[in-house]
């Protein structure tokens, strides 16, 4: 069993959606977690971090994490094409040391 | 956010021969670096993690002696791929980091492609 599992996808949704992704994981020495966004042959960007629960927002994203659950989600509000993308959940156990990846949900917003 | 940069973006090379990858962080001292390679459709492989000063710590299955990772300064390190075969070819990703911070940022990427 992989320590980070996120549905692969492909997530299709019509511009203007929600898009709502998420992450579980087992190993509860993780106190960090991020949301990477990688375009093809891209490097991934960072969107959202947080290290604590409950929500946190910036502009159209919101990351929600729930501890007690070992579950996190990344929300897309107002959906558009350049969204298009895939989404990276990461997770690291102290500041400074390697992250953990989940493998990936790509998603596609129609126009 | 910070900046990391990453040369060359692509490269061909003939198999046998090695190739060097610089990763750069522009407006801040990278304290660590990672390597990451990734294979199409599929998420990072962590293959080391760097510190400025110090020997690489690679992850296990992965050849130090293959891929030399080189951090001489707060703002560059290197990836050499020596011998190269083929099999080798994928997308070469570094990310970089502050100590006593969360963040992470990543280069654009390397694309190798060894014939």
């Known amino acids: 069993q992989k320590e980070v599992e996120q549905d692969p996808g492909p997530l299709s949704v019509p511009e203007g959606a929600i898009v709502s992704l998420n992450c579980t994981y087992s190993n509860s020495a993780f106190q960090y977690f991020m949301w990477y966004r990688q375009y093809s042959r891209k490097g991934p960007e960072l969107l959202m971090y947080t290290y604590s629960s409950g929500n946190k927002e910036d502009g159209r994203f919101t990351a929600q994490v729930d501890k007690s659950s070992k579950y996190i989600s990344l929300f897309i509000r107002d ?22 990846f989940g493998g990936g949900t790509r998603v596609l917003v129609k126009p | 956010g910070a ?34 390679r990734q294979f199409p459709k599929q998420s990072l492989m962590l293959m080391a993690t760097s510190n400025e000063g110090s020997k ?4 296990q299955g992965v050849e130090k002696d293959k891929f030399l990772i080189n951090h001489a300064s707060l703002t560059l390190s290197t990836l050499t791929v020596t011998s190269a075969h083929p099999e080798d070819s994928s997308f070469y990703i570094c990310s970089a980091g ?4 969360y963040e992470q940022y990543f280069g654009p990427g390397t694309r190798l492609t060894v014939t």
């Open chain 2, 98 to 101: 502050t100590s006593g911070s």
């Open chain 1, 79 to 100: 959906s558009q094409p350049s969204d298009s993308a895939t989404y990276l959940c990461a997770m690291g156990k102290a500041a400074g040391n390697k992250l953990t």
């Open chain 2, 56 to 59: 690489a710590t690679y992850e």
């Open chain 2, 3 to 36: 900046v990391v940069s990453q040369h060359p973006s692509w490269v061909i090379c003939k198999s046998g021969t090695s190739v060097k990858i610089e990763c750069r962080s522009l407006d801040f001292q990278a304290t660590t670096m990672f390597w990451y």
